[in-house]
């Protein structure tokens, strides 16, 4: 099963883009990458998912680079409410079960 | 979209009784569901896979007779913390897959406190 690394904690200004990195360097061709986020004690909100074509919807963007060894998440336009720790997590699949593996995640904090 | 339920959403039991949390999947039908637990400043670890139908598959090291799940419907599956302890005491959190949709719903969580 593929890991992510990702940095532990991250700050960023209000209003400006956020960028989180993640690395998942032993992914292998039919793995997905998904972030999800999780707000104070809430349980966690999917973002954005890919397989290696960039993509974008109303929440996110999120650039996978050509060898599918990293991606970054990117927030546009951070608000307060996008406080939260955010995980970048790889699909895993056994039999027909897919089961998702979250790692330590990056905590952001987004500052006014 | 898909919206997962769980209830309750907090709960405080005395050490040595039972708790039973519910996950319900309110717009689509589950098969596979999924219990995590997640401990103050941590991570979300995979508990156990809830098949309906069928025995769950519970990760190492879970205790299989402690932590009952039951998967008796496409849209409910229970989580039964038996003969809690202070140890137990966490935040438990379903998800489900709702095959129209992108990505895994996860509900609000539980937590549980064991005094």
């Known amino acids: 099963d593929a890991k992510t690394t990702q940095p532990p904690s991250m700050d960023c200004a209000e209003g400006r883009a956020a960028n989180l990195p993640c690395n998942h360097s032993?992914?292998?061709?039919?793995?997905?990458v998904y972030w999800y986020r999780q707000i104070h004690s809430q349980g966690p909100q999917y973002i954005i998912h890919?397989?290696?074509n960039n993509e974008t919807n109303e929440m996110a963007s999120l650039i996978i680079t050509e060898d599918r060894k990293s991606s970054t998440l990117i927030l546009p336009h951070a608000t307060l409410r996008d406080t939260a720790v955010y995980y970048c997590?790889?699909?895993?699949?056994?039999?027909?079960?897919?089961?998702?593996?979250f790692g330590a995640g990056t905590t952001v904090t987004v500052r006014a | 979209g898909a919206v997962v339920s769980q209830h309750p959403s907090w709960v405080i039991c005395k050490s040595g009784t039972s708790v039973k949390i519910e996950c319900r999947s309110l717009?689509?039908?589950?098969?596979?569901m999924f219990w995590y637990r997640q401990f103050p400043k941590q991570s979300l670890m995979l508990m156990a896979t809830s098949n309906e139908g069928s025995k769950a598959t519970y990760e190492q090291g879970v205790e299989k007779d402690k932590f009952l799940i039951n998967h008796a419907s496409l849209t409910l599956s229970t989580l039964t913390v038996t003969s809690a302890h202070p140890e137990d005491s966490s935040f438990y959190i379903c998800s489900a897959r709702d095959p129209g949709s992108v990505g895994y719903t996860f509900g609000s969580g539980t937590r549980l406190t064991v005094v």
């Open positions: 032993t992914i292998s061709g039919n793995e997905y």
């Open positions: 997590i790889v699909r895993v699949a056994r039999s027909n079960d897919y089961k998702l593996s």
């Open positions: 717009d689509f039908q589950a098969t596979t």
């Open positions: 890919g397989l290696k």
